[in-house]
């Protein structure tokens, strides 16, 4: 089955400064990446999310990268904000297909 | 957009009573929903698909005589802990494809079960 695998696990970052998360997957078949943002005890929120056939999408300060050789996605939040400290996880699925496996997930902390 | 509902939000229960917790798709149809636990500072890990209609898919270590899912109309889905003990304390998460995108995964608000 999928495998992935994500970096690094706590990341802390002045204000201003910009974050980059790194995951990996293992089943080439996959060709659907959303991220997720989760607070504190609260519900994953779909943050952003990147389908194979691009190799980056951009959503104001938030962008993903794809590459799909390489096998690898990540996750680059320019101009943090306190507001933006939670949990990120990357996932990988096959369009069409139902099972989602996530990553372990990023504990981002920025400080004011 | 869509809106997955998930109640309770917080359950405390003693050792041996049986918890239920439902999940419902609010303005869209969900033939699938998926069950994950949630254990502190970490992933999501998923428990089993719930098919409307038909058996739950239990992925690989979940009881199924242990965690009962029940999805019986295309708008809910319900997990059920029986038995319950102190291991299975945890944040009980359900999701749902739905809106715009049938790929994009819809979370409820998550069930913190506490077994004492």
């Known amino acids: 089955g999928e495998n992935v695998e994500q970096h690094p696990s706590t990341l802390s970052v002045q204000e201003g400064d910009s974050a980059v998360i790194k995951c990996t997957y293992s089943d080439s078949a996959s060709n659907y990446f959303p991220w997720y943002k989760q607070e504190l005890g609260k519900r994953p929120q779909l943050i952003i999310d990147?389908?194979?056939?691009?190799g980056e999408k951009k959503d104001q300060r938030i962008a993903v990268t794809l590459n799909k050789t390489a096998k690898h996605f990540s996750l680059h939040i320019t101009e943090t904000q306190p507001e933006d400290s939670a949990v990120y996880f990357c996932a990988a699925s096959i369009r069409g297909y139902q099972k989602v496996t996530f990553g372990t997930g990023t504990k981002l902390q920025v400080i004011p | 957009g869509a809106v997955v509902s998930q109640h309770p939000s917080w359950v405390i229960c003693k050792s041996g009573t049986s918890v239920k917790i439902e999940c419902r798709s609010l303005?869209?149809?969900?033939?699938?929903m998926f069950w994950y636990r949630q254990f502190p500072k970490q992933s999501l890990m998923l428990m089993a698909t719930?098919?409307?209609?038909?058996?739950?898919?239990?992925e690989q270590g979940v009881e199924k005589d242990k965690f009962l899912i029940n999805h019986a109309s295309l708008t809910l889905s319900t997990l059920t802990v029986t038995s319950a003990h102190p291991e299975d304390s945890s944040f009980y998460i359900c999701?749902?494809?739905?809106?715009?995108?049938?790929?994009?995964?819809?979370f409820g608000a998550g069930s913190r079960l506490t077994v004492l």
């Open positions: 303005d869209f149809q969900a033939t699938t």
């Open positions: 719930s098919n409307e209609g038909s058996k739950a898919t239990y």
């Open positions: 990147i389908r194979s056939n691009v």
């Open positions: 999701s749902a494809r739905g809106g715009a995108g049938a790929n994009v995964l819809t």
